[in-house]
């Protein structure tokens, strides 16, 4: 297992890893990455910002607002960035707290008025002024953000109130993160504890269990204020549809009818990694518990007591409760129970498929496919894909040291990519800035449904072209934000709207002028040509003096980005870009829904691969491994794939195992596209 001190330094390093590719400086990479897993996990909504104030005696570097909760929080980090993790002190935790608390009180009275609206901390101020007048902060959480480690009674800070406002005060350091990883890799998450009596179900599955059970209003209502977006976490499309109004029927139900409500409500779905049960057959411990349908449901009781102040007492929604035995499959399981179970509103069977298609898919050419050797360099690395957060270090858990060197060398750190980056990159390009602009989630979300959608809809397969593709579309997606943070004229707001926008209207300014990219020449250069930096530079310019000074009426302008209309407006600036012929196809006839021609179709399935492997003559293989030992190929390849490739071609292993068969497959694959074809060669 992956100790507390090999996370610390593999998490120290992505963050520095990523701060260098994106331009940004190490302590805002490191709060963005944090802040983003927050969200992923549900200690964050979706409506989390990033925005920098510091003053002398005020300091706050991003806000979030719970509509549901009406939970206010500010955050602001404490990045020791040191090689050993560094502990803590109370001065430093309570200057910290002081200087957020005091952003918050002086924001009441006003302090937006002294701001420049250009920035997002203008509309963070605005907003704590607006919602208090509202009477929309139930809860200000004030956050601390640190690699560092606290003591535990700094963890457990009493809570206060604030000009009437209960004020909660939480430290996320290096532990709290470590155990994110740890619940991500060892189902280790949360648990809740209850009292219910329940209805075991007989299944006859080896997969799951089964209950039956129900929920009382008030239950219900306190397990959702106290975990909020964590019940969601894992079917991030329930949460995108989580709204805080009552839906009117079960508004009168709950309000004229209540004891009616188990009777004419279809209940809720969720599932979980494990449950405890006493002596008397009842729940009493719920681990990672997940609403998977029923969100309306949770919604409207929710909405209806905090909102409305009804009385949910005599309330009760039934429940049926699926315990995932395989903890590794539990993400797959739930968004199979989610497609299966949700009746009441149609979701697509594509909100569910992205992790059986898309995501498997993606992952597998990460493996197999190198990325080109650049910089007189003869080693060839892949691009690693990140399908659940932390894989990368998970992989490396239990790698000897050489191994592990091996392995780092093969896929370094800056070539890492997450769904919140291969999706962000698609989106702009697929022209929806706006999308991306309301936050990873909801990014995430549009991709998976509408790149699974065309892929369900015309029966086809992701390409090696696309995942190439694809990856040529982040590295210019990074580069461009690198551009932008440089940038003389750039003010230091809005950046992420800024790059969205910027690469959104080049990609439509070519589809108008019916032209299309050569991503090739991003793949093979793994960088972005000087000619096509120009032209981003000249677009993002532009772009940034538009969505920085939106129409009257749209003075917030992170509210302005998140706009169609905003689009719009970008999409009307009349830039005469000059395109030369080297950057640009003829066609686009090698989108990734275009199947390659059956004859040249990749093999893709374990029978395939091993039957390819056996079928083909021993000398063959023989070739192949005087080929890889050359001494100006051999740098390109692992120790362990060329002692493979040796054994096998002598004989020493019979019949090779579904992974030496892929391993063995891919290094013909890579020599065949060296121009080296083994099955020529008798």
Request: net charge negative.
């Amino acid at each position: 297992m992956v100790t507390l001190e090999e996370f610390h330094q593999d998490f120290l390093q992505s963050i520095f890893s990523d701060a260098e590719s994106r331009g940004l400086l190490k302590a805002q990479a490191f709060f963005e990455n944090v802040c983003e897993e927050l969200v992923a996990i549900g200690d964050l909504s979706t409506n989390y910002t990033v925005a920098d104030y510091n003053k002398k005696g005020l300091e706050v570097y991003g806000y979030d607002y719970d509509e549901e909760r009406q939970i206010f929080s500010l955050l602001v980090h404490h990045f020791n960035q040191e090689d050993t993790i560094q502990t803590l002190t109370m001065s430093q935790i309570e200057s910290k707290f002081k200087k957020l608390k005091s952003f918050f009180m002086q924001s009441l009275d006003g302090l937006y008025h002294q701001m420049d609206s250009a920035y997002e901390h203008h509309s963070m101020s605005y907003n704590i002024h607006d919602y208090y007048l509202k009477n929309k902060i139930k809860k200000l959480k004030l956050i601390i953000i640190t690699d560092g480690k606290a003591t535990r009674n700094l963890l457990e800070l009493p809570a206060e109130e604030n000009q009437g406002i209960k004020t909660e005060f939480l430290v996320i350091d290096i532990e709290y993160l470590y155990k994110i990883f740890l619940s991500t890799h060892t189902g280790g998450g949360f648990e809740i504890e209850v009292d219910l009596p329940c209805l075991p179900i007989e299944t006859n599955s080896d997969e799951y269990s089964s209950y039956l059970t129900y929920l009382n209003g008030n239950l219900l209502v306190a397990i959702y204020e106290k975990f909020g977006q964590k019940l969601f976490e894992q079917n991030v499309r329930t949460f995108l549809q989580f709204k805080g109004n009552v839906n009117k029927g079960l508004w009168k139900t709950i309000n004229n009818r209540p004891q009616m409500f188990f009777a004419y409500n279809n209940g809720i779905t969720a599932t979980a990694s494990e449950v405890e049960l006493n002596g008397q057959g009842n729940i009493v411990k719920i681990k990672d518990f997940q609403i998977v349908n029923g969100g309306q449901t949770t919604s409207s009781i929710y909405a209806a007591n905090k909102n409305s102040k009804l009385d949910v007492s005599y309330v009760n929604v039934q429940m049926k409760l699926s315990v995932v035995k395989n903890k590794e499959q539990q993400n797959i399981f739930v968004q199979d129970v989610s497609r299966y179970a949700n009746t009441q509103n149609k979701i697509n069977n594509s909100d569910f498929d992205s992790n059986e298609l898309l995501h498997k898919d993606f992952k597998e050419y990460s493996r197999r496919v190198w990325a080109p050797a650049t910089k007189g360099s003869q080693r060839r690395t892949h691009w690693f894909y990140e399908r659940v957060r932390g894989e990368y270090l998970n992989e490396q858990a239990y790698l000897t040291p050489s191994g592990k060197k091996q392995f780092e060398l093969e896929n370094p750190r800056k070539q890492v990519i997450d769904k919140t980056y291969l999706s962000k990159s698609e989106n702009v390009w697929d022209q929806k800035p706006d999308i991306v602009s309301k936050g990873a989630q909801y990014s995430f979300a549009e991709y998976s449904e509408e790149v699974v959608k065309k892929l369900e809809d015309n029966k086809l397969a992701i390409t090696e072209k696309y995942f190439k593709d694809s990856i040529s579309r982040i590295i210019m997606f990074k580069e461009t934000e690198k551009m932008v943070s440089e940038a003389p004229w750039y003010d230091g707001g809005y950046r992420a709207q800024a790059v969205a926008y910027t690469l959104s209207y080049l990609s439509y300014f070519l589809k108008s002028n019916n032209q299309y990219l050569n991503f090739s020449i991003i793949w093979e250069e793994q960088h972005l040509p000087k000619t096509l930096s120009n032209i981003i530079q000249i677009v993002a310019e532009a772009v940034y003096e538009n969505i920085t000074n939106p129409p009257e009426g749209n003075a917030n302008i992170g509210q302005w980005c998140k706009k169609k209309l905003c689009w719009d407006s970008v999409k009307s600036l009349n830039l005469n870009l000059d395109i030369s012929e080297e950057l640009l196809i003829d066609t686009e006839d090698e989108k990734y829904d275009k199947r390659e021609d059956k004859k040249e179709k990749k093999i893709i399935s374990d029978i395939e691969i091993q039957s390819f492997i056996v079928k083909t003559p021993k000398s063959s293989w023989g070739n192949l491994s005087e080929y890889y030992s050359r001494d100006e190929i051999k740098s390109s390849v692992s120790l362990m794939q060329l002692d493979i490739l040796n054994k096998y071609s002598l004989g020493l292993i019979p019949l090779p195992s579904v992974k030496q068969s892929k391993i063995l497959y891919e290094l013909y694959e890579n020599a065949k596209k060296d121009g080296l074809n083994i099955l020529h060669l008798e």
